[in-house]
């Protein structure tokens, strides 16, 4: 099994900036990619970004340029770096973690964006 827990979430004014943590333990192999999605009110659960254990990197169009992933294995922690946040980035953001064809997700941290 696989337990994440994400941090860093809050309110925040548009422009301003966040950076999200997601901390994974128990049974992880070597090779795992990690990601971030989220879920606005009334919408379903979309892609944010994710990273593979070589560092290879996917963002989602509408984050690109904004947001940045990056990992620590030695932690077994990913992080979202969010800049220039808009009204539309209000989600619960849920971190995951793949490997060996199961995905496992965290509870969710709640973003805010609201002037």
């Known amino acids: 099994q696989v337990q994440l827990v994400e941090s860093g979430g809050g309110s925040v004014q548009p422009g301003e900036s966040l950076r999200l943590s997601c901390a994974a333990s128990?049974?992880?192999?070597?090779?795992?990619?990690m990601g971030w999605y989220r879920q606005a009110p009334g919408k379903q659960r979309e892609l944010v970004a994710t990273?593979?254990?070589?560092?290879?990197?996917n963002y989602a169009d509408s984050v690109k340029g904004r947001h940045t992933i990056s990992r620590d294995n030695a932690k077994n922690t990913a992080y979202l770096q969010m800049n220039s946040l808009k009204s539309e980035d209000t989600a619960v953001y849920y971190c995951?973690?793949?490997?060996?064809?199961?995905?496992?997700w965290g509870k969710g941290t709640l973003v805010t964006v609201s002037s």
């Open positions: 995951s973690l793949s490997q060996y064809g199961i995905t496992y």
């Open positions: 128990g049974s992880i192999f070597r090779v795992y990619v």
């Open positions: 990273i593979t254990s070589g560092d290879t990197t």
